[in-house]
């Protein structure tokens, strides 16, 4: 299915694209005034106790997928990289709004099968589509969907920028080759294992510190668990395999890989216990990369490599907009 085809958006008008995206939706997009249809969604709470959470991130044809990639797995990527937002924070999604910017020449066809891809994934995470907006670009094959996604959680919020000396650095998975492999459009965002690590912190010995999704890639995103001063000092790198081959240079720079990346205090024995819970109860192993330490006044790097026993300050970054 292409996503510039005869079946063209222009050829029904904003107000019914609506009635079909929303049919597309299903169960997912409620009536109003929980839904579209007025000004605004009504969001109902049921706890004034949780922590409300809201981020947004956007899809864009030609820089985030292309012709390639099936409408269904493109509408699953733009909800799943918003998930992982929320993840992070140690909290789960509740409700989504969509605004698309496109050209006339969108199949309506390719719309609604990617519809059925973010319904897909909202079921999965028992999310709603609550309203949304659709506007001409004004040029040929153009596509660009944002959504803004709300969050929840009874639990204290992971933060970013709060590792210290001494915290020792995780990563829920392995990492690298993200586009070539695909995972880029088919990973799981770490709704559970982020809702772990804030459930964690209210009952046990180790703390976690610190907590980001990459992203951007290993190298960028470290720097968005540390505090100033300090720096990472990595002696492992969880390397994903494709095609018989595993890259140090691709895990740390390529991102898009979605595993959460936190720090952890505590003394040994309590390190110990909660790896040892995470791998019990999800069933699959927790990464140690290594820790944080001082960072030196004369030194710029955050990111230190240690395989050897011999530190080494890595200077490449992964993406940053707009560098």
């Given at each position: 299915m292409n996503i510039f085809d005869s079946d063209c958006v222009s050829s029904l008008g904003e107000k019914l694209l609506i009635a079909r995206m929303c049919k597309a939706f299903g169960?997912?997009?409620?009536?109003?005034?929980?839904?579209?249809?007025?000004?605004?969604?009504?969001?109902?709470?049921?706890s004034l106790q949780k922590h409300l959470y809201t981020t947004v991130d956007s899809l864009i044809y030609g820089k985030h997928f292309d012709s390639s990639t099936s409408a269904l797995l493109a509408g699953e990527k733009l909800l799943k990289r918003?998930?992982?937002?929320?993840?992070?924070?140690?909290?789960?999604?509740?409700?989504?709004?969509?605004?698309?910017?496109?050209?006339?020449?969108?199949?309506?066809?390719?719309?609604?099968?990617?519809?059925?891809?973010?319904?897909?994934?909202?079921?999965?995470?028992?999310?709603?589509i609550i309203g949304g907006d659709f506007a001409d670009s004004g040029v040929e094959k153009f596509f660009s969907m944002s959504l803004t996604l709300l969050g929840e959680s009874e639990y204290q919020p992971l933060l970013r920028n709060k590792a210290i000396e001494g915290d020792c650095i995780y990563c829920t998975g392995?990492?690298?080759?993200?586009?070539?492999?695909?995972?880029?459009?088919?990973?799981?965002?770490?709704?559970?294992?982020?809702?772990?690590?804030?459930?964690?912190?209210?009952?046990?010995?180790?703390?976690i510190t610190s907590c980001t999704d990459i992203s951007d890639?290993?190298?960028?995103?470290?720097?968005?668990?540390?505090?100033?001063?300090?720096?990472?000092?990595?002696?492992?790198?969880?390397?994903?395999?494709?095609?018989?081959?595993?890259?140090?240079?691709?895990?740390?720079?390529?991102?898009?890989?979605?595993?959460?990346?936190?720090?952890?205090?505590?003394?040994?024995?309590?390190?110990?216990?909660?790896?040892?819970?995470?791998?019990?109860?999800?069933?699959?192993?927790?990464?140690?990369?290594?820790?944080?330490?001082?960072?030196?006044?004369?030194?710029?790097?955050?990111l230190w490599l240690n395989f050897d026993g011999k530190p080494t300050p890595f200077s490449a970054s992964g993406f940053e907009h707009f560098a």
């Open positions: 169960s997912v997009c409620p009536q109003t005034p929980y839904g579209s249809g007025d000004d605004c969604a009504l969001i109902e709470r049921n918003n998930i992982s937002d929320i993840a992070s924070m140690g909290a789960h999604p509740v409700n989504a709004v969509i605004a698309a910017v496109i050209s006339g020449d969108v199949s309506v066809s390719w719309l609604e099968e990617f519809a059925v891809g973010v319904k897909n994934v909202a079921e999965k995470f028992n999310t709603k392995k990492l690298g080759f993200s586009f070539e492999s695909n995972r880029h459009l088919t990973f799981t965002p770490r709704v559970a294992e982020g809702e772990f690590l804030a459930k964690y912190n209210t009952k046990n010995m180790a703390r890639g290993l190298a960028c995103d470290i720097d968005n668990i540390l505090s100033p001063s300090t720096k990472a000092v990595l002696d492992f790198i969880p390397l994903f395999e494709y095609n018989g081959i595993t890259s140090v240079e691709h895990a740390l720079c390529d991102g898009e890989d979605y595993e959460l990346l936190f720090s952890a205090s505590g003394n040994a024995q309590a390190l110990s216990d909660f790896e040892q819970t995470y791998e019990d109860v999800f069933g699959c192993k927790l990464y140690r990369l290594g820790n944080v330490q001082k960072k030196e006044p004369s030194s710029e790097s955050s």
